[in-house]
């Protein structure tokens, strides 16, 4: 969960009338409960009318042509254009603003290499050469939503000759503020470890800071797709909280949930970070930090072998001292 | 007997909007061809409780030639046991219709009990015969079950649940073709069913409700087996109530073929899904290929019983 003290102002759209999740232009059904959006109440009709569609070209009767999938003038050929089925590309809606200079993230860079621990190469920090620093931004759902969750479990609560126990129940959740990566860039584990750093409420419509050509990654799913990704997320979400909150016992397995979720709301985000990739004896390293707050760091760096391999041959030697100590003792 | 929308007008008159010819159509059609010019009519009738405007429609992807290829190949390949006249038979197409259905969705709220199955293992001891004929005892691990009960409330939504609204096609029918990719749902509009038979619907709401009550009490049993935990499950008892429910009139594209294969039947009627090609029907078994099975089936046995009478 992302700290979020401004709220963006959302512009009011059409509700779905079951679910109350708000509805994107094209929808004709809710994504969620499959309820059918309102439709624009047309005159009632209190007789019976009959109607012949013409082709707008030579006046013709015209006739559905299920190779085309439009309706189309046998006479003319002119196909007539119908609505299409909406599935847009997602498309970012708020950029949050770099607040992290170039020089902070060399700064934070280094600061992470200092405090790798005692395992790191004693040199890591002045051998290490900072060979590319790229300011990007990457795409991430973010989502509030209601859930009554149903679920079940086993877990080892209550056990008996078998280590497990079934276990149900019911609980409402809510869920503020959860982001789904949508990123190809960066992998989950890097998106959700600077995920915290972010300030939601700074959102803008347009890319702040970041340089002269900062990378801007762009959502590369339609909207279907989308929303089954982040109903996934929604779901494994649920049973890890249910999990960790409402299951009794210690281990768990087999935890299912069922949801039926309210007030789903998705908006799409393109966040700040840094990349920067720095070599260390021929090897090269990445690290990801978040760009508005440098203290969210993620990425890998060496291990030194040598101090290991020191570390045991120092115990093992230890170990033999003290023998040798013992029996000489005794 | 499927229940028809009652005191329906049997049939309506209307002028052919081309050449002004008088027209007597059935009272269950929405769209009709002119016969004299070949224009092609739609009929919009107030909507009734029973006969709702359509919200949504499926267009045809499949055209004619190729759903008379796929009922061909259908028939040719019908089970061991179809008719072989039928396997032969020509399909003769009586028509693409927009099928109207009712598109139903709900919450459903279910209490449950079960008996859960948790297994754990135990080492038991028994007695055998090894191989010099002497009496040992062996332990073993074996497979056991705990069994505990278990309560609890399922809640769930409901969707995509797809019933028949046509009093000439039966919902098992309409099952055979499903499913609808409803990815490729549209809003209604005219010009889809313009040249094409679209029909109203023939069965009353309440008809339709009691389909899609039965299709979604059988798909939340279906998800309450899956949600069970443990490693088995056994009498598992549940309670639907289904609230929040929608239903809204649907056109599915379907083609209608009739297949006749002996003089003394009536024919057939097959059913192609207009967007996915899929086909369904029942198909006439044949009494003597079962005949003929059962009776090589017996032979087989007495055969078998024979040798092991001489072999003993």
Known sequence: MMDNTQPIDVIEVPHCERCESPLEAGDLRCAICGAAAPQSVSTKQTK????????????AAITYDPNRQAPSCSFCGEVMQVETIVDPMEQ???????????????AA?????DTRGWFRPSDLSAASQLTEIKPLWWVAWIFDADALVSWTADSNAGSGRSSWAPHAGQTELRFDNMLVSGSRGLTDKEAYAITPGMQLGSGKTYVEGGGDQPTLERFDVPRSQARQQVLAAIEATAA??????????TRFRKVRVSLVLRRLITQRYSLPAYVLAYRYRNELYRVVICGQNASYIVGSSPFSYAKLFALIGGTLLLGLFLLIVMAAAS | MASTVSNPPTSTEI??????????????????????????????????PNRPSPSFL???TINHERATQLVRTWLSKSHLFARSDFKSAVPELTHGIYLPAYLYGAVAHADYSASIGENYTETETYTTTDSQGKSVRRTRTVTKTEWRPLSG?????????LVTASGGVSNEALEAIEPFDLRSLRAYSDSFIAGWLAEEPSRTQAECFRFAHDETVALVERRLKGFMPGDSHRNLQFQTNLNNEVINLVLLPVWSYAVRYAEDRPPVQI?????????????????TKVAFAVLAVIGVLLLLALLMSLAS
């Not at chain 1, 860079?109 to 290499?113: I, P, Q, T, Y």
């Not at chain 2, 081309?18 to 070949?38: E, F, K, M, Q, W």
């Not at chain 2, 409330?153 to 649940?161: I, K, M, N, P």
């Not at chain 2, 059913?271 to 009494?287: A, C, D, E, I, W």
Request: net charge positive; aromatic share 6%.
């Open chain 1, 240 to 249: 890890d909280r249910i999990q960790q909150h409402h299951i009794p016992g």
């Open chain 2, 271 to 287: 059913l192609v899904n207009g967007q996915t090609g899929r086909v369904g029907g029942k198909v006439p078994v044949s009494t």
């Open chain 2, 153 to 161: 409330r399922y809640v769930c939504y409901v969707v995509d649940v």
């Open chain 1, 48 to 59: 019976i009318a009959v109607n012949v569609l013409r082709c707008t070209g030579c006046g």
């Open chain 1, 92 to 106: 970012t809606e708020f950029y949050l603003p770099m607040t992290v200079s170039i020089e902070e993230a060399r």
């Open chain 2, 58 to 60: 499926v267009g045809f």
């Open chain 2, 15 to 48: 002028a052919c909007q081309s050449c002004g010819a008088i027209l007597l159509i059935d009272a269950t059609v929405r769209s009709t061809t002119c016969p004299y010019c070949a224009s092609p009519s739609i009929i919009r009738r107030p909507p009734t």
């Open chain 1, 109 to 113: 860079l280094k600061g992470w290499l």
